[in-house]
């Protein structure tokens, strides 16, 4: 591929004072850089495409009214270039739009930023708010709300025990505690968590990656597309069914976004624990957990937050939840945290086994020896009773 810049509509003319606005887009995409750049001319721009940083440069991006680059370019960072222009000027970055299909986070609060998918008209809009020297707004999440048919928001229940077990038979009962003393050891299971935190946010940022570069960008270019094309029809021949199509579009995209989102491996401020415990650990479930948090007077910090909803999903996983199951977590914390599960089948069967007894203590000992904590379960009533106790977070 060229390294040259496409400047076949001499965009390189048209400077700031021009009365025909020079516009630079910088998207790897092809199809995408020739359907913002088709939308732009339609509006009496003058563009520039570019599909790489080096292309970019090539046009020297610093002579243009409005830089509109994506924000991931292959192997490359669209914020590279508007780096490049904040060290040159500090002035330019007003000039500068950054396009994404992922999330805003990392991109400069000085930096406008236009959410992908959009229409013809937003871009329009947000290319008009360079010009006039004005920051312009993220685009709102069209897809916040979620397809039809979404699940409904979890259940929080009111604080109350978990009730205590009967008899049960001792081939299902068991306890685990690893050390000579029984305590679990203090910053073992946050240590460890933190790595599993970190492995996850990986798989995230590469899941992000995908998504924008294929499925996100694609079906953005085909709204857009899709809008170009009902605007050329002339009055009154709009097809009817543009703008329906459209919406389920976007809410696709939505949807794809969401899956990506920083905040799903946080506790975001404001937000009650048992809230996010219930939404984050209810992803393994058809229905949400009940969720009970008694701390007992004291605050977890905001990294035992985190630890109680990771390791609440792990004990989950652990005793074999699927989505015939259903739970009820409580949490406590005093001088350890105690996170208790109880599982049970939505219509479990009379007499019914409690499966592969062994297995279940055998994942859940497992899980609380590698986190230096110690673990309790037993079965009964056709439910499995599991509970971790691990240290608290040094320095809390």
Known sequence: MSREPDRSAGAGDAGIGSSRASVLVVDDMAEMRELIGRALRAEDYEVTLAATLDQ???????????????????????????????????????????????????????????????????????????????????????GAAGPPGHAAGPRVAEQRPIPATGADPPDVRARDVPGPDGAAQDGAAGRLLDLIRALRACDRR?????????????????????????????????????????NWLTTAVGSLRRLTEPGRLTVPDGHALADVLSDRAGALLTEPPEVL????????????????????????????ADQSSEATIAVSAARQLTIR????????????????????????????????????????????????????????
């Open 293 to 320: 948090i008694d701390e007992r007077g004291t605050t977890l910090s905001p990294a035992e937050r985190r630890d109680v909803i990771d390791v609440a999903e792990l004990m989950l996983l652990a005793v074999g």
């Open 341 to 396: 599960l109880e599982l049970s089948a939505m219509t479990p069967e009379p007499g019914g086994s409690p499966g592969d007894a062994a297995a279940v203590r055998a994942a859940v000992g497992g899980l609380a020896r590698a986190l230096g904590g110690a673990a309790e379960t037993d079965y009964a009533d056709g439910a499995w009773r599991a509970t971790i106790t691990i240290g608290r977070r040094p320095g809390r």
């Open 206 to 246: 590469q899941l992000a990656e995908g998504l924008h570069d294929g499925p996100i960008q694609e079906v953005s270019a085909a709204i857009l597309e899709l809008q170009m094309q009902a605007r050329s029809a002339g009055p009154g021949q709009r097809p009817g069914y543009v703008d329906e199509v459209t």
């Open 56 to 142: 970019a440069r090539d046009a020297e991006p610093a002579r243009y009214a409005a830089i509109l680059v994506d924000a991931r370019l292959g192997r490359d960072r669209g914020l590279d270039l508007i780096d490049a222009l904040r060290e040159r000027d500090p002035t330019l970055v007003g000039r500068c739009l950054v396009l994404t299909g992922g999330s805003a986070d990392g991109i400069p609060a000085d930096v406008a930023v236009l959410t992908k998918p959009f229409q013809p008209a937003e871009l329009k809009d947000a290319v008009r708010s360079l010009l006039r020297g004005a920051q312009a707004e993220p685009s709102a999440d069209p």
